[in-house]
C-alpha cells in the first residue's frame, strides 16, 4: 500500500526537508538521566490531566460548522461508551519525564525558518512532535506502569516495553500486530472515533467546524496564525468539555489503521483490523483551515517522523 498523500501538504513536504536544528533549549536538557541512571521505573513525571468524554451519540464524518468544505463520506451514525481523553496533548516536559529524550524539533526559541525568534516559549508546555506511533504507544505503557495502572498494549505476550527491543524507525510487523489487553485500565492512544467525538465536543456537541468554535483563530493555531512553530498548549479557548488544542498546533496520532468509511451504525468502532497506515487526526500549525477541521483525517506509516506530529492519550472509564 502507498503512503497516502496529505492533501493538506504540509506532512510531505515536512517529511523531505531536514529536520534538525541547532538552538538555545529553554525547556531542559537535551541529553543524559536526570534520575541519576535510576529506572524509568522509579520516574513521577508531571500529571496528564484527563476530561471525561460520554457516553452518547454523533455523526462520525459529518461536519457540523459553517465554516466547512464539507463531509468526510460516508457519514455514519456512531454509539460511543464513556472515556477520558487528555485535556491538551502531550507535551515535551510529560515526555521527557516518561522517556528521558527531547526529540522535537521545536525549542520554544527557533520557528521552521529561523532561530531566536520571539516571545521565547516554555519548551515543556510545547506539544512533543517527531515521534512516531510506536514510541506513543511505549510513552502510553511506560506512564500506564509508573502510575500504578494495567498496561493497554502488548507486543509478543509481554506489556512490558523494555521486553519490545529497540522502537523501530521502520514499519515493523511484529510492532504492528500490537494488541489491546482486554480490561486493561492504563493510557493508549483514542480512536479514531473517540478523537472526533471528542473534537466535536461529545454530548454537548456544537454546530462548530473547528473544535470549539466556527472561527479557526479562537480555537486553531495554525499557519496564519502560528508564526510557523508550535504553541504553548492551552492557550487558545477550548472546545465545549474543556479540551484544547483538537484542531491545529499539532497533528495527533490515533489508535486506528487507515480505513475507508462505511456507511453502517456502529457502537464503539476502532477502525481497520489492519492495513500499511496509522491515523493521525486534528490539522497542525502548518496546516491551512481546511486540514485543522474536526473532521479532517490522513494517516502515514506508523515509523512517520516530522515537526508537526504529536498524541494526546486516553484512557477507558474504570473504578
Not at 479540551?243 to 453502517?264: C, K, R
Request: aromatic share 12%; with cysteine; hydrophobic share 35%.
Amino acid at each position: 500500500m502507498k503512503r497516502v498523500v496529505n492533501v493538506f501538504g504540509g506532512i510531505i513536504l515536512a517529511a523531505l526537508i531536514g529536520l534538525s536544528v541547532t538552538a538555545c533549549d529553554t525547556g531542559g536538557p537535551t541529553s543524559g538521566n536526570d534520575n541519576g541512571g535510576s529506572s524509568w521505573r522509579d520516574l513521577s513525571p508531571p500529571p496528564i490531566e484527563m476530561v471525561r468524554v460520554g457516553p452518547g451519540e454523533f455523526y462520525l464524518g459529518r461536519e457540523e460548522g459553517t465554516a466547512g468544505f464539507g463531509n468526510a463520506t460516508p457519514i455514519s451514525r456512531v454509539t460511543m461508551s464513556g472515556f477520558y481523553i487528555g485535556r491538551y496533548p502531550v507535551t515535551q516536559g510529560q515526555w521527557h519525564a516518561v522517556m528521558d529524550t527531547w526529540p522535537s524539533f521545536f525549542t520554544g526559541m527557533n520557528s521552521w525558518t529561523a532561530n531566536n525568534v520571539t516571545p521565547t516559549l516554555n519548551r515543556n508546555n510545547l506539544p512533543v512532535e517527531r515521534v512516531n506511533w510506536y514510541e506513543a504507544i511505549v510513552f502510553s505503557n511506560r506512564l500506564s506502569i509508573i502510575r500504578g495502572l494495567t498496561p493497554a498494549y502488548s507486543i509478543g505476550g509481554s506489556t512490558n516495553p523494555d521486553n519490545w527491543g529497540a522502537i523501530p524507525t521502520t514499519s515493523n510487523a511484529i510492532w504492528n500486530a500490537v494488541t489491546i489487553v482486554p480490561g486493561s485500565t492504563g493510557y493508549r492512544l483514542p480512536t479514531e472515533a473517540q478523537w472526533e467525538f471528542a473534537a466535536k465536543g461529545g454530548p454537548l456537541g456544537g454546530n462548530y467546524t473547528f473544535s470549539g468554535s466556527n472561527d479557526i483563530n479562537a480555537v486553531a493555531w495554525h499557519w496564519d496564525n502560528s508564526g510557523s512553530r508550535t504553541r504553548e498548549v492551552g492557550t487558545l479557548r477550548a472546545n465545549r468539555l474543556g479540551i484544547h488544542d483538537m484542531s491545529g498546533n499539532v497533528l495527533e496520532w490515533v489508535w486506528d489503521w487507515w480505513g475507508s468509511y462505511t456507511a453502517a451504525d456502529k457502537t464503539d468502532p476502532s477502525g481497520a483490523s489492519s492495513g500499511s497506515n496509522r491515523v493521525f487526526r486534528g490539522g497542525s500549525w502548518f496546516h491551512s483551515a481546511y486540514g485543522v477541521r474536526s473532521v479532517s483525517r490522513v494517516s502515514y506509516f506508523p515509523d512517520n517522523r516530522v515537526f508537526n506530529l504529536g498524541f494526546r492519550v486516553a484512557r477507558p472509564l474504570g473504578p
